[in-house]
């Protein structure tokens, strides 16, 4: 699933091709009542894992692309590299289409109605942004997360800040040596924006076009320090990576269990 610094620079490359362009056509799937055609795209923004599209008549078109959604575009007439049943969203601009295949959710808002509103209270702080306020992340997990859900589970929880996914996770956890079963409760509020902390420096660390790198070694042992290493040694102590299907959504999770012990084991 992409996180937040693929959607970052999935913005960072539709703005400029589309901020100021009017839509020769646009559609939404499973609305027909929505038509786009005539609309001038004003921004193109990403926040975590979701994706921003303001128009001028400040309705908002918002994305998350889930485990398999994707945009591409082609020249017009060109042959889509996917069905047409699969499209979420189409933008013609003339010597482009832009289509939007597979996302988890697309939605047409209001910029100021209620829905967007809520959008703007339920989600986090963007952990790529300049601004993030560690005190402000803790405060929210504090206030919304029940204490004994395990840390694993709290880095994934958008409401708590925006842009960390599994692989994020794990590599977080790894490099601040927290076994990903820890209880939210046995963090003090330094360690838990300590997290935060470093996730936002991993993520912003990536907003240039090319592979994630979170491991800048310079070997050629790889870019990442734990996931999908299963039963690999650990690059800092040779212990075996272990992995498991943790937490409420059983998402896949990597650790080492000798640089991240359970203590609670």
């Known amino acids: 699933m992409p996180e937040g610094d693929t959607v970052f620079k999935l913005a960072a490359f539709l703005q400029p091709a589309l901020q100021g362009r009017r839509l020769i056509a646009g559609r939404v799937r499973d609305d027909h009542t929505i038509d786009l055609a005539?609309?001038?795209?004003?921004?193109?923004?990403?926040h975590g894992k979701h994706l921003f599209i303001l128009?001028?008549?400040d309705s908002l078109l918002r994305s998350h692309?889930?485990?398999?959604?994707?945009w591409h575009h082609y020249a017009p007439g060109e042959r889509w590299q996917r069905p047409a049943s699969q499209a979420c969203v189409v933008f013609d601009v003339g010597e482009r289409v832009y289509v939007c295949f597979n996302a988890r959710?697309?939605?047409l808002l209001r910029r100021d109605g209620v829905r967007a509103r809520k959008l703007g209270i339920v989600l986090g702080p963007d952990l790529m942004a300049a601004?993030?306020?560690g005190d402000v992340i803790v405060g929210r997990a504090r206030e919304i997360v029940d204490p004994k859900a395990p840390v694993s589970d709290v880095l994934l929880d958008q409401r708590i800040a925006c842009g960390i996914g599994n692989v994020y996770k794990s590599e977080v956890l790894f490099l601040e040596r927290h076994h990903p079963a820890t209880p939210l409760q046995a963090l003090d509020d330094t360690q838990l924006a300590a997290l935060y902390r470093r996730a936002s420096?991993?993520?912003n660390g990536n907003r240039r076009s090319g592979p994630r790198i979170i491991r800048r070694a310079g070997d050629d042992a790889g870019a990442l320090w734990v996931y999908r290493r299963t039963g690999?040694?650990?690059l800092q102590c040779d212990a075996r990576i272990e992995s498991a299907a943790l937490g409420r959504d059983r998402r896949s999770t990597y650790w080492c269990p000798q640089c991240q012990p359970d203590k609670g084991a």
């Open 38 to 46: 005539g609309r001038r795209v004003d921004d193109v923004y990403a």
């Open 55 to 57: 128009f001028d008549d």
């Open 65 to 70: 692309l889930g485990m398999w959604g994707s």
């Open 105 to 107: 959710q697309m939605e």
């Open 131 to 133: 601004d993030v306020d």
């Open 201 to 203: 420096t991993l993520l």
């Open 232 to 234: 690999r040694p650990c």
